[in-house]
């Protein structure tokens, strides 16, 4: 691996799989190297990885972290307030003071790695400005490979 000294210049690393780096990003952690941080605040992307220096602000996740994590925590949430009614009828006061405080805490609980994989998965898959990064990182995958071919080819001359 090669290591970078300036923002701007992205350390090339192996191949990185779609779910490692959607994992990666739902750590809050960089999709491309794994160390650095994903997030500078709460739900804003950091500009670049202040490890590896990749460019993270090409994102645009918008409000489709938002939506999976409504419809997420809305599948958990409501099924377990319909349970509850029917097996116990609680007084509704009692259902708000339990099911809005749940619901508000899982769903701030999952935002941020929720976003975070949407991240990976836009940078894994080169979209938006994360298509050049993607172009750099296949470059480097195929550069051992054409340099051994390449020594094959040298070797066969002599």
Not at 74 to 80: D, K, R, S, T
Request: glycine residues 10%; aromatic residues 8%.
């Amino acid at each position: 691996m090669d290591q970078q000294n300036g923002r701007g210049a992205v350390m090339a690393t192996g191949s990185v799989s779609l779910s490692k780096a959607m994992w990666r990003g739902f750590l809050g952690k960089c999709p491309n190297c794994g160390e650095g941080h994903l997030f500078g605040r709460f739900l804003k992307v950091a500009e670049a990885c202040d490890h590896c220096g990749e460019e993270l602000f090409h994102q645009r996740a918008d409000d489709f972290p938002a939506y999976l994590v409504m419809v997420v925590v809305g599948h958990l949430v409501v099924p377990a307030i319909l349970a509850v009614e029917t097996a116990y009828a609680p007084p509704v006061w009692l259902q708000l003071v339990v099911w809005l405080p749940v619901t508000l805490v899982a769903s701030l609980a999952l935002l941020q790695p929720t976003k975070g994989a949407i991240v990976g998965l836009q940078w894994q898959i080169g979209m938006h400005g994360f298509e050049a990064s993607k172009l750099r990182r296949e470059a480097g995958a195929l550069a051992p490979v054409l340099v051994k071919a390449d020594a094959r080819g040298l070797n066969r001359g002599r």
